[in-house]
């Protein structure tokens, strides 16, 4: 009965190898693999490489406007777009998403905010999804449907969760 191990929800990746330092405002899109910590501005998609066991790190400081899509989020700033994980996403008390949010696992934390859909996944959809994010068009300051994706609310911009 105490000899069993629990597996525990987590984090893959436990390096971060790059840092968007706070003072750096980017437009444009982001493509990073292994570690990445965001404490910047981003107006553009955030995307980790397909295939890639990757985590994202979104300090309180961090502002991204646009989709984002990694494998293992943790968000602690303001996303405005839809966030997909691939494996888990944590909200931690500052968070802000205005977009769905699309996940196997999640951990959400009291004071964090969402606008939109939480959308629980089978791993079966993970490769669909990052196909998706790949092939979504480049993000502008005006996002507005493709007519590609599905239907998933009043919120603005490109959709890449499959309800």
Known sequence: MFSRKKTTA??????????????????????FSGGLRLDGQVHGNVTSQAGSQSLLVLSERCSI????????????GTIVG??????????????????????????????????????KREAAQVDV????????????ASPGRTGAEPDLGDHPGP???AG
Not at 19 to 28: C, E, K, P, S, V
Not at 66 to 74: E, F, K, Q
Not at 98 to 112: E, H, T, V, W
């Open 65 to 76: 406007t646009g989709n984002v899509h990694g494998y293992d989020v943790i968000v602690n």
């Open 10 to 31: 987590g984090i893959h990746q436990k390096t971060l190898t790059t840092l968007i330092a706070q003072d750096m405002h980017i437009r444009g899109d982001v493509e």
């Open 129 to 140: 999804a990052h196909d998706s994010a790949a092939d979504a068009p480049e993000h502008d």
């Open 82 to 119: 839809d966030l997909i994980a691939d494996h888990f996403v944590e909200l931690q008390p500052n968070a802000r998403v205005s977009g769905n949010i699309c996940y196997q696992q999640l951990r959400m934390d009291c004071g964090a905010s969402v606008e939109g859909r939480l959308m």
């Open 159 to 161: 959709r890449l969760c």
